[in-house]
């Protein structure tokens, strides 16, 4: 269990540092396309600057026409920088919507990429446990949102698996007899407490099995709780 609790942290720990490296590769290129992008475009004030030009280098233009065409020019220069300038906000602003839309999708991916290695791991190991709680006033188990009732021997067994369990250690049988029974283990014998172990197997397993495979329809008889499409008989 340590081993698989360390290896599942690496994974979390691998996912961040893929997410992050993914999204500061997007936000990258996504600069560095907009960036070109705008210092590619001419500048806004470039034809402004020819009609300029345009004046100054023809001062004796002196018929009512021509001048009515330098100033249509220089209003067209006008609206030209000022299209210009709005073109560069939309273009921002596309590119803040793209760069949140691919990170949104990078992080979708990866969410689904551990969803799916999640349920790939829960369908190997069967019963996942999230929580177990032990009430020994009711003489009940509690695993994950699911209540068993156990006897009192049971559960001494049971209670002495947990607590060695969080003081990451492993008991033989004798060592769990003596620890129940309150006698020295050399006094204890081995078969004693493998017994326990199988009693607290059968007792838990059997109302496992009922829980989450053979039902008991009260009245009407029994079932199997699964659906009826994953069935294959060979």
């Not at 500061?24 to 470039?46: F, Y």
């Not at 492993?170 to 004693?192: F, H, K, N, W, Y």
């Amino acid at each position: 269990m340590p081993d698989n609790t360390s290896s599942a942290s690496e994974a979390r720990r691998t996912g961040t540092r893929i997410v992050s490296l993914g999204i500061g590769t997007i936000v990258a290129l996504l600069l560095a396309a907009g960036i070109v992008l705008l210092l590619t475009l001419p500048d806004a004030d470039a034809f402004n600057t020819r009609v300029e030009r345009l004046f100054v280098e023809n001062n004796d233009l002196t018929a009512q026409a021509e001048i009515k065409l330098l100033e249509i020019l220089a209003q067209s220069g006008t609206a030209f920088a000022e299209t210009l300038a709005s073109y560069r906000m939309v273009i921002f602003v596309l590119l803040v919507f793209a760069t949140a839309l691919m990170v949104a999708a990078l992080v979708f991916l990866v969410m689904l990429v551990t969803m799916n290695r999640r349920m790939a791991q829960i369908e190997r190991s069967g019963i996942q446990v999230s929580s177990l709680i032990i009430n020994r006033e009711e003489n009940t188990v509690y695993l994950n949102t699911m209540g068993f009732k156990l006897t009192e021997a049971m559960m001494e067994t049971i209670s002495v698996l947990a607590e060695a369990r969080m003081d990451d250690e492993m008991l033989t049988g004798a060592q769990i007899e003596a620890v129940i029974s309150g006698r020295p283990e050399p006094d204890c014998d081995e078969s004693a407490g493998a017994t326990r172990i199988k009693r607290l197997r059968d007792g838990l397993g059997n109302q496992l099995v009922t829980e989450l495979l053979v039902k008991n329809i009260t009245r009407k008889g029994y079932m199997l709780a699964i659906d009826k499409g994953v069935i294959e008989v060979m």
